[in-house]
């Protein structure tokens, strides 16, 4: 037994165990010890057991050369910190001590793990004083218990992912703690004592960039009315194309990328040409940059026309052609006809990746289809405006003329603005010129999603129902590959340098706000969908917008371990809560106006924690509610309802 015991600790890998010396104390039944001491021998003892000093087994029952045992982590100094039940069974004892290496991980980054006559402060809101904690995955504020038998009362209960900047100020025995959060809130606690102010500031700056994605909050998640697997299968693209093959036989589902090796941003099954088999892809594949050879974004049943996306093909400065990747696109036209590529690049931008090997597709290598260049920011210079306009709205001694000035002057406006023209670009070719269209930018998992997933807003009234705008976002943003974790990894308050943050998903989310605004009986979903699908983009108990593909959320097992966010908001009580009660279905296309005045700050968002909506929320109340007695109103009585006036 204990030669087995050895073999398990010392064959662990690395980063969970070194050489240990196992000694057993006590007798015990068959043979087998009472207790295991396990004492680490080697002085290079690794991470994240650097502070510890001893591990114990203590065995509590046997059989067949397994036993039951309870593992003891102890820091210096420190009382045992960690039990957890495991087997001495070389694979089940390897589950419990990874599960306690994080569990370590996570114990070694809270240096001060309560803190009491902690005053915490927001916007709007009385101060309240009461008990700080801070979990692996929380920080929590209790509020004291009144002198009447009153019991404490959680008031607040921040997931520390959602922590985007720690900004700290230490005055003698006070230190003061702003937390600036992705979802724009801003909290200050004021903290007694300066060393449990650094500590808790510390810890929740270390807590908050944990890099690893399986070790966030949705892998540890388990609410009791929810089911692993629920939400995870509503919206899968063997049903989108379903509908399709029940209107056109011109398209099929390929299971190419089963394996993702021919993109590993696509995902298992896209949409294609019928005529065009799987080895004609996987040449066409090698041609577009990243392996995003053009799919099938979406089918307008009015007309048969299609939008496609991809990515830049590789043309480089040696003009290059793909045959197979020209038969594809040609394959979606029908003899004569034309179609549009709109290029989310400027001319400028796609002839200088031309010269770093990408490009256009050339006219006369592509003679049926004529390219538009709609240039879209993404990347650094969008992250910045909307930095820039976070601030002005948190600026408050502004007079209205240099307020408005930093507004204009953030071009967060003009990106919403191009944004939307773009989509309206595309649209307008399939609904008005009946002609097919292909959108790419460089990439194509940014400005491309963000004009596809717009214009079928605009296009299609299934996109504006909430089961079908929740599809959309499946299609066009998850499993279409929009790396979510890099993009949202900060929001604009973050004091780290910039990486591959972009608030794309948050420009299209503002989109179609100014959507809802313009046309406010044609979505049935409301601005409090558009706010939790912010809020969960960031930080979130769910896995749905977790990494950056579908091959990743594959290798993390996100479907398998995680809940999804759909199957939450679909719940009964959740739903309604989002449906528009003005919604009337809209078999129109919705066109929007772009001009300066038809465009509005998205209050809603950008002022949440600044200005109170108390009465905007209480109208809104009024109208649901009337909007229910509508419902349940007597057909004789209906006529003098509201919603039939």
């Known amino acids: ?18 050489a240990f010396k196992v000694e057993p104390r006590g007798p015990g039944e068959n043979g087998q010890p009472k207790e295991l001491a396990v004492q680490r021998q080697n002085a290079a003892f690794p991470t994240p057991y650097r502070k510890t000093r001893t591990i114990q087994h203590r065995v509590t029952g046997a059989g067949r050369g397994l036993c039951l045992v309870a593992v003891a982590y102890q820091p210096f100094g420190k009382d045992p910190v960690t039990i957890l039940w495991g087997s001495l069974c070389p694979a089940l004892l390897a589950r419990v001590l990874g599960t306690t290496a994080v569990a370590m991980e996570f114990a070694e980054l809270i240096k001060t ?29 209790s509020s004291q218990p009144g002198g009447n038998g009153e019991q404490s009362t959680v008031e607040l209960w921040l997931l520390i992912r959602n922590v985007d900047a720690v900004e700290k100020r ?33 810890s929740t700056e270390a807590l908050s960039s944990v890099g690893s994605v399986m070790m966030m909050y949705p892998f540890f998640y388990r609410p009791q009315s929810m089911k692993l697997k629920d939400g995870w299968q509503l919206y899968p693209l063997q049903h989108y194309y379903q509908q399709i093959a029940s209107e056109t036989s011109a398209w099929r589902l390929s299971c190419v990328n089963g394996d993702f090796t021919i993109c590993s941003s696509y ?93 256009t597709e050339p006219k006369s290598f592509y003679p049926h289809w004529k390219r538009l260049h709609r240039p879209l920011e993404r990347g650094r210079p969008l992250q910045e405006s909307f930095i820039k306009l976070v601030e002005a709205c948190n600026d408050a001694s502004l007079s209205m003329d240099r307020w408005l000035s930093k507004l204009e002057g953030s071009k967060w406006l003009a990106h919403v603005k191009a944004a939307l023209s773009t989509a309206c670009l595309a649209a307008q070719c399939m609904e008005r010129e009946e002609a097919c269209v292909l959108v790419h930018g460089a990439e194509g998992t940014d400005t491309t999603l963000l004009v596809t997933a717009l214009a079928q807003v605009i296009l299609d009234p299934d996109c504006r129902t909430l089961t079908g705008f929740q599809g959309l976002l499946e299609r066009e ?26 608030p794309i998903f948050l420009l299209f989310l503002d989109c179609v706000w100014q959507l809802g605004r313009q046309f406010p009986f044609s979505l049935q979903f409301n601005e409090r969908l558009l706010l939790v699908l912010f809020e969960h983009t960031y930080a979130s108990c769910y896995g749905t917008f977790l990494c950056n593909s579908e091959k990743e959320r594959c290798l993390c097992e996100v479907k398998e371990k995680t809940h999804s966010l759909w199957s939450w908001l679909n719940q009964p009580s959740e739903l309604k809560k989002h449906l528009n009660p003005l919604y009337t279905y809209n078999s129109l296309v919705i066109w929007p106006s772009v001009e300066p005045q038809s465009l509005q700050l998205w209050q809603g968002l950008f002022l949440r924690w600044i200005r109170s909506s108390q009465y905007l929320d209480e109208a809104w109340a009024e109208i649901q509610q009337l909007g229910t007695s509508c419902e349940d109103a007597p057909e004789g009585r209906a006529g003098r309802t509201l919603c039939h006036s």
């Open 1 to 18: 037994m204990l030669d087995g015991l050895t073999a398990v600790l010392t064959s662990f890998p690395p980063r969970s165990c070194a």
């Open 477 to 502: 943003w998850i499993e279409a590959g929009h790396p979510f974790h890099f993009r949202c990894a900060h929001s604009a308050y973050s004091h780290a340098r910039l990486k591959q943050e972009a």
């Open 113 to 141: 793990a309560k803190v009491e006559n902690v005053q915490l402060s927001c916007p709007g809101l009385p101060p309240i004083k009461g008990t700080l904690c801070i979990t692996s995955h929380h920080l929590l504020l």
């Open 267 to 359: 995902p298992p099954a896209v949409i294609v040409p019928a005529p065009v088999d799987d080895k004609v892809l996987k040449k066409a594949a090698r041609f577009r940059q990243g392996g995003r050879f053009p799919v099938l974004s979406y089918y307008h049943k009015k007309n048969g026309t299609v939008m496609l996306r991809s990515s830049q093909p590789l043309i480089g400065p040696n003009r290059k052609r793909c045959q197979e990747d020209e038969l594809l696109l040609s394959a979606v036209l029908d003899g004569g006809e034309r179609g549009f590529i709109i290029d989310t690049r400027s001319a400028q931008a796609a002839k200088q990746a031309r010269m770093m090997g990408g490009g």
């Open 170 to 202: 230490i005055a003698s025995s006070l230190g003061t703690i702003t937390l600036k959060c992705k979802d724009l809130k801003v909290l200050q606690l004021e903290i007694p004592g300066m060393e449990e102010c650094l500590n808790i500031a510390s």
